[in-house]
Antibody, heavy 121, light 113 residues
Framework: EVQVLESGGGLVQPGGSLRLSCSAS????????MNWVRQAPGKGLEWVSI????????YYADSVRGRFTISRDNSKNTLYLQMSTLRADDTAIYSC??????????????WGQGTLVTVSS | DIVMTQSPDSLAVSLGERATINCKSS????????????LAWYQQKTGQPPKLLIY???TRESGVPDRFSGSGSGTDFALTIASLQAEDVAVYYC?????????FGPGTKVDIK
C-alpha cells in the first residue's frame, strides 16, 4: 500500500525558514517523480515543485523559485522541501505527492494528507 | 507559463444527470512527439486529498468508475460525469504537466441540485 507521511510543518515568523519532510513507503521511491503541492485554507491547489526520479532535475513554481529547494534521499525514501524567506502568503497545507511515472512530465497519482505551515508574527 | 482556466466555477446537477466541466489552457499542452495532451483531472472531496481521475486527457485511472470520462486535445478539454451520483459531490481540478510550472486550474465545485 502506497503511503506518504509529511512532517515538519508549524508556525514560523515572516522571513523565517522551515524544512518539510515526506517519508514514503509501499512503492519503489527512487523510480518515481515526487511533488510538493500546497493548498491555502479554503483555496485551490497550487503546484509548488517537482523532483524527477534520479534527483537531477528540479522545477519550481514562480512564486517559490529562489526561496524553496526540493531534494530527495532515495536511500531513506524521503522527500524534502527547504523553505526560506517565508511570507504570509506561503501559509498553506503542504502535501507530498507521488508522480505516476519517473519523469517530470507526469500526473500525480497519490497525495499525502499534508502538513500545515503557518507564517505569522 | 501556461495558465489553466475552468468553467463553470460551480454547477448543481440532479442525481443521474450529466455534468460537464471545461478546462482551457493558455497554450497547447499537446506534445507533437507522441500526440498526447499532458492534461489530468482530479477530484477532491471535502477534507480529503485529491484523487487522480483522468490523465493524458482521456485515460481513466485504474479503479475510477466509467461514468467519468475526459475529452479534448491541445488547449480545450472537458471532464464529463455521465450520471451524477451523490458520492461525486466534490471540487474538480484540471492540471497540465506539459512544461514547468505544472499549474492547476482554479477548480469547479459540483453539487447536487
Amino acid at each position: 500500500e502506497v503511503q506518504v507521511l509529511e512532517s515538519g510543518g508549524g508556525l514560523v515568523q515572516p522571513g523565517g525558514s522551515l524544512r518539510l519532510s515526506c517519508s514514503a513507503s509501499g512503492f519503489t521511491f527512487s523510480s518515481y517523480a515526487m511533488n510538493w503541492v500546497r493548498q491555502a485554507p479554503g483555496k485551490g491547489l497550487e503546484w509548488v515543485s517537482i523532483i524527477c526520479d534520479t534527483g537531477g532535475r528540479t522545477y519550481y513554481a514562480d512564486s517559490v523559485r529562489g526561496r524553496f529547494t526540493i531534494s530527495r534521499d532515495n536511500s531513506k525514501n524521503t522527500l524534502y522541501l527547504q523553505m526560506s524567506t517565508l511570507r504570509a502568503d506561503d501559509t498553506a497545507i503542504y502535501s507530498c505527492a507521488k508522480g505516476l511515472t519517473a519523469g517530470c512530465n507526469s500526473p500525480i497519482d497519490f497525495w499525502g494528507q499534508g502538513t500545515l505551515v503557518t507564517v505569522s508574527s | 507559463d501556461i495558465v489553466m482556466t475552468q468553467s463553470p466555477d460551480s454547477l448543481a446537477v440532479s442525481l443521474g444527470e450529466r455534468a460537464t466541466i471545461n478546462c482551457k489552457s493558455s497554450q497547447s499542452v499537446l506534445h507533437s512527439s507522441n500526440n498526447r495532451s499532458y492534461l489530468a483531472w482530479y477530484q477532491q472531496k471535502t477534507g480529503q486529498p485529491p484523487k487522480l481521475l483522468i490523465y493524458w486527457a482521456s485515460t481513466r485511472e485504474s479503479g475510477v468508475p466509467d461514468r467519468f470520462s475526459g475529452s479534448g486535445s491541445g488547449t480545450d478539454f472537458a471532464l464529463t460525469i455521465a450520471s451524477l451520483q451523490a458520492e461525486d459531490v466534490a471540487v474538480y481540478y484540471c492540471q497540465h504537466y506539459r512544461s514547468s510550472p505544472f499549474t492547476f486550474g482554479p477548480g469547479t465545485k459540483v453539487d447536487i441540485k
